[in-house]
């Protein structure tokens, strides 16, 4: 089986990169460990390791085999490859029509997308699915 649609992205990548800045330059983000690395020095004494690091949008918000199920033996990436493909493309529509809404309406019916796409994403993160 090849590894396409085996990093699965809970956070479309898109989704993240609308949150980049000019002070990310590198196009990384920072995040939060929240179970840093515990080291123990030569004296005993107990030091916590990074807490903050800096990732590319590729390595953040994702989980190897998120989606990937397994059947008799039989393992599948139908899920990412085909759901939530199309609710990411469906949703990056909507929630463009939605940011650059602007009075009067120009009678794009984004709503029910945006809808799904919003609802979508909590279920499909590591503690939506668990």
């Known amino acids: 089986m090849s590894n396409e ?3 699965n992205h809970y956070v479309p990548i898109w989704y993240q990169k609308r949150f980049a ?3 990310l330059p590198d196009n990384k983000m920072h995040q939060l460990d929240l179970k840093p690395p515990k080291y123990t020095d030569r004296k005993g004494k107990i030091h916590i390791g990074t807490t903050v690091k ?5 390595n953040c918000f994702c989980e190897e ?5 397994t059947f ?3 393992t599948s990436r139908e899920i990412e490859k085909h759901f939530f493909g199309k609710v990411d ?19 794009a019916d984004f709503v029910n997308e945006l ?5 979508t ?4 993160t590591p503690k939506g699915l668990a």
């Open 54 to 58: 800096k990732y590319g949008f590729a």
């Open 89 to 107: 493309t469906v949703g990056k529509t909507a929630i463009e029509q939605c940011a650059d809404y602007s009075h009067p309406w120009n009678g």
């Open 5 to 7: 649609y085996k990093n």
């Open 115 to 119: 809808l799904m796409y919003m609802s």
């Open 121 to 124: 994403q909590k279920l499909r």
């Open 65 to 69: 085999d998120l989606y990937t199920t």
């Open 72 to 74: 008799n033996g039989i």
């Open 21 to 23: 800045t000019p002070t």
